[in-house]
């Protein structure tokens, strides 16, 4: 469960302070599907960055499975998020010159684990996306949508519990982003807990529960079958 209590975030624009969170309390639980929308600027990539302790708050706390991040070092942040949490970003975030292996592998270099489980754990991240076919292609040689199923296996090579995707189709067509939906939802069926900011209502309604943020604050939550949330 990722608990997230009263989480502001000041960042500097010149010499005056810029509010970016003014105040989140959020609580994910196991297994869930949630999405954050809201327009351009309200804060959601921000409040992602920080659950997913890639930033850390100005003020409050996020709590993941009873552990205080605020409580660990750079070091043991580093750690903990190559285990536990993957990411997928707008822009895919994949080393171009690399071949789509060795993009893939990485986080389990980083991990330390070496030795040819690497191999059966790449080709079975790269068969999720069905991909597997590419695994010697270098990675600029691919397509948008491939790109970003690459960006998913590498997510998902650790096995994390959570899966934080920020715009995963944000730079897709619509064919691709459904096939980037769709392998989504399955990790989700298949027992992951995915966070995903999105700003296209017909991904979010894909979620099982839909929060909307503006001006740095969470203004709404609804079920995703349109029911309003007590
Ligand atoms: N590193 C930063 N320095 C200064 N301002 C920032 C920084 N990151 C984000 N902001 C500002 O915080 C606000 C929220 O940004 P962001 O979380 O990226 O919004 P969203 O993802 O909803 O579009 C924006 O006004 C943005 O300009
Ligand atoms: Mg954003």
Redo the contacts with the bound molecule.
């Keep these: 469960m990722i608990v997230v209590k009263d989480v502001t975030k000041r ?3 010149g010499k005056e302070p ?1 509010w ?1 969170l003014r105040g989140v309390d959020l609580e994910i639980k196991e297994g869930e599907f949630i999405a954050i929308c ?10 992602l960055n920080i659950m997913g302790s890639l930033d850390k708050p100005t003020s409050g706390n996020v709590i993941i499975d009873d552990l205080d991040l605020n409580s660990l070092s750079q070091k043991k942040l580093a750690e903990y998020r190559n285990k536990v949490i993957g990411f997928v970003f707008q822009s895919f975030y994949l080393e171009p010159g690399y071949t789509v292996y060795d993009n893939v592998a990485l986080p389990l270099i980083l991990a330390g684990s070496v030795g040819k489980s690497n191999h059966q754990k790449v080709e079975e991240a790269l068969k999720k996306v069905n991909l597997l076919h590419k695994i010697k292609a270098k990675a600029n040689t691919l397509s948008g949508g491939e790109q970003q199923r690459v960006a998913i296996a590498r997510a998902i090579i650790n096995n994390p519990k959570y899966i934080f995707a ?1 715009e995963p189709c944000g730079n897709l067509d619509n064919l691709n982003s459904e096939n980037i939906m769709q392998i989504l939802k399955t990790l989700h069926q298949n027992g992951k807990t995915i966070i995903m ?1 999105t700003h296209d209502q017909e991904d979010a309604k894909k979620a099982d529960k839909i929060y909307t ?1 503006t001006d ?1 604050k969470i203004i709404n939550c609804v079920l995703s079958e349109e029911k309003e949330v007590a």
């Design positions: 960042f500097m624009s810029f970016a809201g327009k351009s600027g309200s804060g959601k990539s921000t409040l920020d900011v943020m740095g």
